[in-house]
């Protein structure tokens, strides 16, 4: 059964700063993997989608990572901002229709 | 619409009532699945239609819950005599081809609360 970690399950940083939001799946047999942003009441807004034969997707001060060998995913955001503060989740897609998620990474970022 | 749309968005029920909440996806979407959402956690799948047809309903926790997708677009879901631990956000995600194909597009969630 696939698991999904992610770590931390929280932050909280000075704005301004870089950082970095792993993820973790057991089973590497993946269709893709996909990052959302959480905002509180809010629904699931789609971040970034990496194909399991891409290595890394960028959008703007956002860069994800894929390393599906050893099981990883990374989400980079550079040069925080108040506005970037929410829950953070990363979901994997093994083929059966649904999505694996996290718990997430809640993230909040100090003017 | 120009997103997926979920009602309510908030349904406080008493235990053992019944209760159902709708999803509108983006027109022309062929692929429909049903999360659950509990507090502090992430979403956990319920179930999948493509189109109007259910093709995977292993997640739904028991037969209390029911979902449908009769002209393959709008959805319900219903749960019968609903119990504590069914309170959670409920959401609703499309897309626009089959399952694994491409990005999902998820509604607001219905928030339901069970005294």
């Known amino acids: 059964k696939q698991e999904v970690t992610q770590i931390p399950a929280a932050l909280s940083v000075p704005e301004g700063e870089n950082l970095v939001l792993n993820c973790s799946f057991t089973d590497s047999a993946i269709y893709n993997l996909q990052w959302f942003r959480q905002d509180p009441g809010k629904g699931l807004t789609s971040l970034l989608l990496i194909q399991s034969s891409q290595r890394e997707q960028t959008s703007g001060r956002l860069n994800a990572s894929l390393d599906k060998s050893s099981g990883r995913s990374t989400l980079y955001i550079a040069a925080s901002q108040p506005g970037d503060s929410a829950t953070y989740l990363c979901?994997?897609?093994?083929?059966?229709?649904?999505?694996?998620f996290g718990s997430g990474t809640r993230l909040q970022v100090q003017p | 619409g120009a997103g997926v749309s979920q009602s309510p968005r908030y349904k406080v029920a008493k235990r053992g009532q019944d209760v159902a909440l709708r999803c509108d996806p983006i027109s022309g979407h062929v692929s429909l699945f049903w999360y659950q959402q509990a507090l502090g956690q992430g979403p956990e799948f319920l179930t999948y239609?493509?189109?109007?047809?259910?093709?995977?309903k292993s997640g739904l926790p028991s037969d209390r819950f029911f979902a449908e997708r009769p002209e393959g677009s709008v959805s319900t879901l219903k749960i019968q005599r609903t119990q504590q631990e069914d309170s959670a956000v409920y959401l609703c995600a499309s897309s626009l081809g089959r399952a694994n194909t491409g990005e999902l597009f998820f509604g607001e969630g219905s928030r339901l609360t069970v005294l």
């Open positions: 239609f493509q189109n109007e047809a259910q093709l995977d």
């Open positions: 979901a994997v897609d093994t083929g059966r229709r649904a999505l694996t």
